[in-house]
């Protein structure tokens, strides 16, 4: 509903009723790529690594938002961000770092004869 509200006070009405191949070709993409490999690939690294580490890894995400704006022309990051990229990096890196001890495999229940 935002981005509909938001479409038609940008853009013009008439342009989102008729998408052209562009619009087409970048909804295709959104809904191959982004969507269904996104979590063909997030549900892997779930089952490889674990539920806790792979939610530690979103955390790369404003990592790679950083980088990616200073490199396409966004500059480089305040004092805040840089202070956030800290604390994110000192979370990820207390997070992934291994225990060393391996986890415990629940017993079984007993049960009654």
């Given at each position: ?13 008439a342009?989102?009723a ?25 549900y ?7 539920a806790?580490?792979a ?23 305040g004092?805040t961000v ?6 994110v ?12 001890t ?5 017993e079984?229940?007993?049960?009654s004869?």
């Amino acid at each position: 509903v935002m981005l509909t509200g938001l479409a038609l006070l940008v853009e013009r009405p008439a342009s989102l009723a008729a998408p052209g191949p562009r619009q087409w070709t970048a909804v295709g993409y959104l809904a191959i790529m982004v969507t269904a490999v996104a979590f063909l690939l997030w549900y892997r690294t779930v089952a490889a690594v674990g539920a806790g580490r792979a939610g530690l890894l979103t955390g790369f995400a404003p990592l790679a938002a950083a980088g990616a704006g200073a490199v396409t022309g966004g500059g480089a990051p305040g004092p805040t961000v840089w202070l956030g990229l800290a604390v994110v990096i000192a979370g990820l890196a207390i997070g992934l770092r291994s225990t060393g001890t391996p986890a415990r495999e629940p017993e079984p229940a007993p049960t009654s004869p």
